[in-house]
């Protein structure tokens, strides 16, 4: 007989997941209850692991392209030019100008379409049903653009390697300008209905807070390090596809508290369609594809390249022994990373946060598991 | 002052209120009645695979290169070919594709050479089972003939 039984034990483990509603997808996390407060969480991964990287080392670079939309499904766009650039780097080859700047009209899009969803998703576990129904009015338009453009609207497999599969459709430009002026000012809606909200500030404030300094540990990035008041976005640190040419601003919270993510998400969006604007007044004309051998064979070497994806920092690593496929192929998604700060934010707080702290980490399992 | 007779007179809920209500108004209706009202898909779209025949006599457009089922990620097309002994050229004999395992990349319509396979804007392929999902030449140039209710 044991000296202490759980009965004794005040200490209740609570499995929340994986089929609950407001762990968007497939997390279990196992939580340790004191009656309401959780002393600690821990998350149990992996039951939506298809093998994605043992996927890369078994087809040709171009064949795996799709693969990669199928891991963030919310920013299939984003995912594809973080592989497109990766393989550019090992090849040596940059997309032409045009190229260049279709990709950050779509990437930006993109990023609205799942600032969206955030948007929706995690009002919804917060109890506000209606912005769901608002955001996907929202999301329509910029998935329209994607389906004209690519001919798929959620795993687009937009980007090629070497620059674009397919030219600009007539009416692209005033499309993108039309969705544009619906969103923005539909932001400010979102925003007269949530921000000003007793409810929704009471549920935030102070729920979660992760300072700066817990952020570089835990290595988080994306909104959240900025919600913390950190500068930090890849676009401007390391511009990639010409996001030096636009101007944009990094929008910083100063907390680092769930309200604070909401804030820095909403005003990003903004920060976006600002991007759009810009680059979508100027796409060069020109050729859309780099000279890019039919069969890819890179050179012997290894290749790491991030890109600011919607929830962070999105990095491929490839290495290339000289064959048509990839040696070895890592992913570091920005949500894998951003979930492990979990048992710290969780820490001290009550069972119902626990639902806005999953929300707020912005999490796609898709991308957790891979 | 002003933010505490805003929280006394509710005025922060009734705004958001005020949102949700106004779009109460038929004219910002935009949920679409699927089954009976049927979706136009743009023009890229990629849907069902078929396999072009030439309009005029009606022959295949397909020449048997077999870049397409070297372009697929997943390996389900399957083309068979057989040589003409008069001509000399390969004839395409059989071509088979599983649907139940496309994931829609375009990459096979990227790689042929005579614009013979095509992802179409045909997008109602769902089964009760797997039987028919690997789809034969006839079907490929024939197309799917997904049921029309009537309402």
Known sequence: ?370 | MRKFLRTIFLIDLIEGLWVTFHYQRPKYMVTEQYPAQRPKVAERYRGAPRLNINPDNGETLCIACNLCALACPENLIVVGAERNEQTRRKELTTFTYDTSRCMFCGLCEDACPVDALELTQDFEMAGYNRDGQIWDRQMLEEGPRPKQYKY
Not at chain 1, 291 to 312: D, H, L, N, W
Request: net charge negative.
């Open chain 1, 1 to 370: 007989m044991p000296d202490q039984t759980f009965l004794d034990s005040t200490e209740l483990v609570l499995n929340m997941g994986p089929q609950h509603p407001s762990t968007h997808g497939v997390l279990r996390v196992v939580l340790k209850l004191d009656g309401e407060k959780v002393l600690g969480a821990d998350c149990v991964i992996g039951y939506l692991h298809r093998g994605v990287e043992k996927i890369g080392e078994n087809r040709t670079y171009q064949q795996f392209a799709p693969y990669v939309d199928r891991m963030d499904y919310c920013a299939a766009v984003s995912n594809g030019l973080g592989y497109c650039l990766a393989v550019e780097k090992l090849l040596n080859a940059e997309a032409p100008p045009r190229a260049q700047a279709v990709r950050v009209v779509l990437t930006e899009l993109n990023r609205v379409a799942s600032h969206l969803i955030w948007l929706g998703t995690h009002a919804l576990d917060i109890g506000a049903i209606t912005p769901l129904f608002y955001v996907m009015r929202e999301r329509e338009e910029i998935l329209n653009i994607f389906e004209k453009y690519c001919g798929a609207r959620l795993t687009t497999h937009a980007f090629r390697i070497g620059g674009l599969q397919y030219e600009t459709y007539d009416g692209l430009e005033a499309d993108v300008k039309a969705a544009c002026d619906h969103v923005l000012p539909k932001i400010d809606e979102y925003e007269r209905l949530l921000t000003g909200n007793r409810i929704w500030v009471g549920r935030l404030t102070n729920v979660g807070v992760l300072n700066a300094a817990d952020c570089k540990q835990y290595g988080v990035t994306g909104p959240m390090l900025r919600a913390a008041g950190v500068k930090w976005d890849l676009r401007k640190a390391q511009p990639y596809s010409g996001y030096q040419q636009y101007d944009f601003e990094i929008p910083t919270g100063t907390h680092g508290d769930t309200f604070d993510r909401y804030l820095v998400r909403m005003e990003e969006m903004r920060q976006s369609v600002r991007i759009i604007r810009q680059a979508v007044e100027r796409i060069p004309e020109g050729p859309i594809m780099a000279k890019i051998p039919k069969v890819i064979k890179p050179p012997v070497g290894e290749a790491y390249v991030s890109i600011e994806a919607p929830k962070g920092e999105l990095g491929y690593f490839i290495v290339s022994d000289g064959s048509a496929q990839p040696y070895r192929l890592r992913v570091r998604p920005p949500s894998f990373v951003n979930l492990q700060a979990l048992d710290q934010m969780t820490r001290g707080a009550l069972v119902a946060d626990v639902v806005a702290i999953i929300g707020t980490l912005d999490i796609v399992l898709g991308e957790v598991d891979r």
